[in-house]
């Protein structure tokens, strides 16, 4: 397996189509490593792809939902199946660990279960009678649903809009991210096989394919993972074309620790939300606010726990995180770390190397803890994505929750108490799409329980029912007057 390369095209109607250009895909934790090369594909690739898509839809939307759902089903033991050879390619080109890819599968696998569990029962069609007339309330699909996704958890952010889409008679064209491409796309080809020719479609690029996905005019609403800025670019070109969109995007996620706990009984737990995937998750704990009399002790209780850590490849053993993703993410987490250490702040570089051989033959970074006096500095106010958190002090709760909502971003967010009920309350006053109490992690996510951003996060709510259902369907209403 360590050795293979594979070669991931475009496909379209469950055929795969050769590009004139392919990049290459290196191991972000071995760059000398080619794990694989991915087409390039272009705007007429992508008109090619939605056309396929178009015309598959006009058969799938009439099929029933026994049958859409039967499929679906038949998705999920793909996905499952496709674990055990698709786990290793997605560490080796995104660079996370070995259960980070796992969990990536196994919520991708999750999501799709728990859509044609759904499904049925939602697309149903309501009737309100009454003595003066009958009305009938028909939820119907949209069409061509452009799915964009970044590189951080391929799989399931793709599964998100999979599910949703498809239980609802809708088709798709998915366009994955450049930097983890490979494992996502051998396993959109397996899930296209169990499904009618068109139904799903991928086409592989950058910007340029992205820009032709949310400007063609039978994309009928964009499904959209990522970064701010990006998503605001995508969300601009779908208004020009009344496109409906659904974006997850970045976040700067705060956790507000109460005077009430003990340092040493929550930071292993709040760890679990601030360096997995070496920081790179939209979610992550990115600062933390501390009361100021407790903010040494948190500190040092931190720093012990922090520097057991080693960096290393996710398919070595022992390794608690990997390297960054790409060089470009790689350089602007460097550059940060650099300013916030001539910032006059308290910066410790933690933990070691696990194969300090390897070190420069990868994006590499150890962790960083920094404690933070100035609650504005860039470290504080910038989505990181990478490992380093700073830890800022409060005086009062009042301003621990002003700092904690003055952002442009509103993902998550997290309040750590030994009182429940008044963690609830200081929940209530933070501008989040969720607030978690005495977690931050993957295990604060959960099936049917709304997942979304305000503010700049984001607009919509993936992982949810009727919430992400009734974003890829239209309702079309009949009503006779009796
Ligand atoms: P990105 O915005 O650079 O790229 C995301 C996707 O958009 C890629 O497939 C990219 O090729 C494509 N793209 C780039 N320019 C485009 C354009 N003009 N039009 C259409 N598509 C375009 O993001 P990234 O670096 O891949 O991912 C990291 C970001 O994603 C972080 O900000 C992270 O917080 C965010 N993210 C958010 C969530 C969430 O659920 N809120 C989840 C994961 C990641």
Redesign the pocket.
Known sequence: MLNLECQVDILINNQEVLAENYAEIHDPGKLTDVVGRVAVGTAEDVDKAVQAAHKAFLDWRKTDIKERIEKISAAVKVVQDSMGDLVPLLVREHGGMLWEAQTDFGIGMATLEYYAGIGENFVKTEFIEDDSSWVSIEKKAKGVIGA??????PVC?TMMKVGPALVTGNTMVI?????APLAISILLKRIAAVLPDGVINVVH???G???A??RHPLVKKIA????????A??NG?AASFFKAVTL????NDPAIILDDVNPVDIVPNLLKGVYTRSG????AVKRIYVQEKMVDKFFNTMCDIVNEYKVGHGLEEGASFGPLNNNK?YNLVKAMIENTKNSGAVVRELGSKLNPEGWDNGYFLLPHVVKDEAHFSRIVSC?Q?GPIIPIIPYKTVEQAIEYANETEYG?CSSVWSSDIQRALAIGQQIEAGSTFINNHSFESLSLGVP???VKN??MGR?LAGEPTLSAYIDYHTMRYLK
Request: net charge negative; aromatic share 10%.
């Open positions: 964009i996704v970044p590189w951080n958890m952010l366009k994955p991210s450049p930097t690029g950058d910007a394919v992205g820009v996905l949310t959209f993972t990522g970064g701010t800025e990006t998503g670019q995508v070109n997850e995007l970045g976040g790179q998750i939209c979610f993410q989505e994505f993902l997942f979304g951003g996060s984001g993936e």
